[in-house]
């Protein structure tokens, strides 16, 4: 099963991110797997030679990484890296390459599923970063981490990565790769907008995720033209901005939604071919517009159901990642899992639960987690306080997933002043109801059930005769199919 993430952890991370910040020389993330850090001037990251701090991305081989990072002029930089801190495995000079001082650097001959530390210099600052290579071809259990949208709130974005940084941090097991599917920033063609949104170097969450996990996205429509993605995020492509990767027991394909993928292109017959030719127990699809979501921003993708879905079911794919709509969504259909996790930083929306083959759905920013062990996939949705808003597991042979069950998900938002929307679903059981209590215990309001599946219910801090109520803790309560779950509110007047 999926461990918990450890909340202290998370509390420690989240702290002080209501404005940004220079990155201290010392973060207190003194464990090197946490991200990366400065030997420099406490100020100086702001003004050194340093444009761009240094991330990763998997170039698809256990015994290769690749470090990228970007400097504010011509500068020769310096990159180590070794088993542990001191970085004394290997070293080399790097030189810029293209015209906009960029520097990359593909460490080799690396084990597979081993830790290992790095150390980029430029001038006199040195930056320090982590990876764990991914293990080796016949590997049957990884985790990694998936989400996207975060675009123009780099603050909302930050408290997000604080929750992945905090995982991996605390279980070193976390740190493999995370899966973004696209919307990085609100104007793609724009530099500023890459340097002050996504890559500023006082977001230290969102810096320390990237030192720390490589980072495996596909373009979405706010990229553009896509010009500036493929500048700072070089992959493999077969072909336009698609390609593919294995990881341990997954095989993850990329697809790139502005090129065709229409029947007779080159990039679905690839895809086809792609999905056809892996070996690989779990196969997963990354793209940014899914095919079946829950409205509120944008329709589902039509040719995400009539193109790829078909090969979904002819090879077995078990989840396709998207976003675009910016909330978290699941959708099933014919035992594909479609995951809308759109909930990375962009202004959020509200998902209509009403939408075809919805199972859950939240307004909430977030971030997903999947783990494989052997012949069982356990996922779940996380907010960035620890909260799960949904969770599911599947076997490898394609078991459709339980009966759905009586459901009381979160409210939003809370702390509330005014209203709160409730999730919740009775799943069918007659006479299930939806109570608020106070904290004595005494029923405040009810809600009965309009529908069989998921639905939500607005309080507006009233008691069943409309009499405002004071400000403290509340509760909703959901007793359904002989069980009873609950989750905390809390009214600030």
């Known amino acids: 099963m999926v461990k918990p993430i450890r909340r202290l952890a998370i509390a420690v991370l989240i702290c002080g991110l209501s404005l940004p910040v220079a990155i201290p020389a010392a973060l207190g993330l003194d464990d090197s797997r946490s991200g990366f850090t400065s030997n420099g001037d406490p100020a100086a990251t702001l003004t050194d030679l340093f444009r761009k701090l240094p991330y990763l991305i998997f170039p698809g081989d256990p015994s290769r990484m690749e470090v990228l990072w970007q400097l504010t002029a011509t500068s020769p930089a310096t990159i180590a890296w070794g088993p542990d ?227 979904c079911e002819q090879y077995k794919v078990s989840i396709v990642f998207g976003g675009h709509n910016h909330y978290y969504a699941r959708a099933i259909f014919n035992n594909v899992q479609h995951i809308t996790t759109g909930g990375g930083g962009a202004p959020l929306y509200t998902p209509n639960l009403t939408y075809p083959f919805v199972v859950r759905g939240t307004s909430a920013y977030h971030h997903c987690e999947v783990e494989i062990a052997g012949q069982t996939l356990s996922f779940r949705a996380v907010k960035p306080d620890g909260t799960v808003i949904d969770s599911f597991s599947r076997s490898a042979t394609g078991a459709p997933e339980p009966a759905v069950q009586p459901r009381l998900g979160g409210a939003h938002p809370n702390p509330f002043r005014w209203e709160t929307v409730i999730d919740w679903s009775p799943a069918g059981n007659q006479g299930a109801q939806l109570v608020i209590v106070d904290a004595s215990g005494r029923v405040v309001r009810s809600f009965a059930a309009h529908a069989p599946g998921n639905q939500s219910v607005t309080w507006d801090g009233r008691d069943a005769a409309g009499r405002g109520v004071a400000s403290g803790i509340y509760f909703a309560r959901l007793e359904a199919g002989g069980r009873t779950q609950i989750t905390k509110l809390v009214l600030a007047r």
Request: glycine share 8%; aromatic share 16%.
């Open 85 to 311: 801190t001191t970085c004394g495995l290997g070293s080399d000079v790097t030189a810029e390459y293209g015209t906009d001082f960029q520097h990359s650097y593909v460490i080799q001959d690396l084990a597979p599923g081993t830790h290992y530390d790095y150390k980029v210099t430029a001038g006199d600052t040195s930056y320090r970063g982590s990876f764990t290579t991914a293990p080796d071809s016949t590997a049957e259990n990884v985790k990694f981490f998936v989400y996207g949208d975060t675009r123009s709130s780099p603050l909302s974005h930050e408290q997000v990565a604080a929750a992945m940084q905090a995982n991996f941090t605390a279980d070193p097991t976390w740190q493999t790769f995370t899966l973004m599917v696209g919307d990085f920033v609100n104007n793609g063609a724009s530099e500023t907008d890459w340097t002050n949104q996504f890559f500023a170097p006082a977001y230290t969450h969102i810096r320390g995720l990237m030192a720390g996990l490589p980072y495996q996205a596909c373009i979405g429509n706010h990229e553009g033209a896509g010009a500036l993605f493929t500048k700072y995020f070089p992959y493999p492509y077969v072909a336009a901005r698609y390609w593919s990767f294995d990881y341990g027991p997954a095989h993850i394909a990329v697809m790139d939604q502005y090129t065709s993928y229409t029947p007779g292109s080159a990039q679905l017959q690839w895809l086809a071919n792609d999905l056809a030719q892996t070996t690989k127990e779990w196969k997963f699809i990354l793209l940014h517009e899914p095919g079946w979501s829950a409205g509120g921003g944008h329709e589902n993708n039509t040719a995400v159901q009539n193109y790829i879905q078909p090969l």
